[in-house]
């Protein structure tokens, strides 16, 4: 025993011999597991530890089980709010149909009439759209079956790829909503190269697809440039250069480089076909290589932002900018690099519209796919596949859409009305959860024996 131990560490009490530090820290000790014995007696609860139960050894701690990261998590909210956007966009169905309307009149005396004309009214429209944008059971033929699947996935293609381009952005902090003006840019160059250069197949498309990316690529760059280098917002930049794009397309068809011979509307000439995507199914369906180039993208965006060194900087810059810029991370290049990346997804978009679907280039090939791709990449929580799926289902909707309207006489417009619910849900992760009494992220439970355990996000986060 050293000389320190033999020092005294408390005062004597009740005639007792000095203690030394050693025996201090073993009588301390012993009172501790005095009063946690006491307390467990008399039903108390402890306090929670100040780590995560994960590290305090003894196997996995419940809230880390895959129900528990289910219940907790984006994707079930995602889910969600596309199930409750359908339930009420049934309702308004129900409530604007004729039917019902004539129904409810006598309500009080025979309201099964009335709920049975609503149930009619709404399983009708969805079992329609379903029929025009996945199956149609009464289709002649296997290929007339599946014929809606395709136009889904071909609808999907553009806005994948733009809707990719708006995500990467998000992750790197930066709020794109210019993939509009660069799927027009990007349509442009890739139409210029497709109905002016007449080349061997194969080169021909590997050219248009890259003049498509060089185009949206340069028109988000300069907001990443003029973001960086000035301060200027980016929101305000993108949606100003929508504009421009679209003015400067309508210009470009005007001028005899664009537009086609002989013709006085703003439409350009064919595009060859060596510079077109080939058909994925053959003639008979719409669907073109186009869609196999979306997925490519998407594995390159999931590599992109989860296995590269570049992925990890433009995500540590939409995190914190101060934070990556303290530990030697360039933001400035980051925000001109993530534009860059951004507008040449949009680019391949254009492409797909330009040389896939309409085969000439006019003021409108870009439809409202920029703008949807913005929904696309919220619903798809700025991950990659995530937004794979929130494309495909948004193509769908639009796919079977047309059907809907044509089969039911509900209007296309329950449809935007449906998508504009899943974005205000999306945008309200707590109103979803309190709705279908979800635990939220970090929230408490009840383990074995009565005693409180914490998720690791909210407890033990410094550790």
Known sequence: MSPQDDRPATPATDGDAPLSRREAKEAARKDEVRLENAAETAGGELPPPAVPATGLGGGPAPESTLLQRIMTGN????????VLSLVLGGLLIAVTDENVARASSYFFSRPQDTLAAAWTAASGAYIALFQGAVFNVQGETFARMIYPLTQTLTVATPLICAGLGVALAFRAGLFNIGAQGQILIGATFAGWVGFTLHLPAGIHLLLVVLAGMIGGAIWAGIVGVLKA?????????TIMFNYIAVNLVLYFLSTPAFQRPGSTNPISPQLDATALYPPLLGAGFRLHWGFVVAVLATFFVAWLLN????????????ANPSAARTAGISVSKGYILA?????????LAGVAQVSGTEKVLTSGVAASFGFDAITVALLGRSTPWGTFAAGILFGAFRAGGVTMQASTGTSIDIVLVVQSLIVLFIAAP???RALFRLPAPGASRTGKGGSTTRTPASTGAAA
């Open 430 to 432: 707590p109103l979803v």
């Open 307 to 318: 296995r590269s060194t570049v992925g990890f900087e433009l995500r540590a810059i939409g």
């Open 339 to 347: 534009m860059a990346i951004a507008g040449a997804l949009a680019g």
């Open 229 to 237: 280098r000035t301060g200027a917002h980016e929101v305000i930049l």
């Open 75 to 82: 994707a079930l909210v995602a889910f969600l709010s596309v």
